[in-house]
């Protein structure tokens, strides 16, 4: 079994829903607990074996590659000052040199453009799709989940939550025939962001996908879809006639973090998981909640 190697994040996204939090700083850079969101999302694609992430970039997203680089001057600053901790955790927390690329989308085409963006990085090689709006919180990290089923099945893989059928029209839905396995089924069908009264299922995309390299010649030609854009889901829909799919149900809550609601929820739920936080985040809130009108 080819082992996945590379994983694709598209961060060209505008974030018109974060304004104004997103005018000057990249909304994959707001802050989850203690560190943006981006980061948590890189930290699951290592966890679960990646080598090297593409991240697709656009306009004003500089802020996301200095995150990841060395800060010279802070550095010099933190050691001056004895705040070797904290210090070594920022360096401790730094990819290694190269395992991060970035490419440019230039227009914004929609999600399968961007996927598109990263083909010649990835090459002729299955790879990971991370969509950096959605969080989990899981132990192993849902790419990590898809890993293990990508083991045993090999081709596509993609992860999938139940939701209220009223909420599948914001989401990719997924066909379902055969159970392979607990919480994994053949995918016979899909659909970017159906009618409730078309959705196929209530088991919508959750945004970590395996993806297998014949991809980005479905993608190269691919027509604009749901809301004028080329979305990755036609593209798979399209692959789905020449290879198979899976649906994992992963194990762990996803936070939708495209809305502002989705996102301060992950801030709670994180901030829960985080022992010094917890307990007296606990007592604030309880607090908060009795005060509220
Ligand atoms: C994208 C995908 C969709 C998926 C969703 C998860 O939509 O196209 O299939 O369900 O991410 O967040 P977007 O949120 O970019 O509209």
Known sequence: MTRIRKA??????LGTRFLPASKAVPKEMITVVDRPAIQWVIEEAF????????????????????????????????????????LNRLLAD??????????????????????????????????????????SLAEP????????VHEKTGGNIIAVEEVPREDTHKYGVVAIGEAMAEGVWRITGMVEK?????????????????LQPEIFRLLADQAP????????TDAMKRLLAEQPFFAVRTRGETHDCGS???????????????????DDLRAEMARLLKAAP
């Open 260 to 278: 502002p609601l989705g996102f301060l929820k992950a801030n709670l739920a994180f901030a829960l998981n985080d022992p010094a936080l917890a």
């Open 94 to 135: 730094l990819p290694a040199a190269g395992r991060l690329s970035y490419t440019r989308q230039q227009r914004p085409l929609g999600l399968g453009h961007a996927v598109a963006c990263a083909r010649d990085i990835i090459g002729e090689e299955p790879f990971a799709l991370l969509l950096p709006d959605m969080l």
């Open 47 to 86: 966890a679960a074996g990646i080598e090297h992430a593409v991240l697709v970039t656009g306009r004003n997203k500089s802020a996301i590659e200095d995150h990841f680089d060395h800060a010279p001057e802070l550095e010099a600053t933190l050691r001056e000052r004895g705040k070797e901790e904290l």
């Open 8 to 13: 694709v994040l598209p961060v060209a996204g």
């Open 194 to 210: 159906p009618a409730p009264e078309d959705a196929p299922s209530n088991l919508i995309i959750s945004g970590r996908y395996i």
């Open 141 to 148: 990290g849902h790419m990590s989940q898809l890993m293990e």
């Open 225 to 232: 879809g749901a809301g004028g854009e080329i979305q990755i």
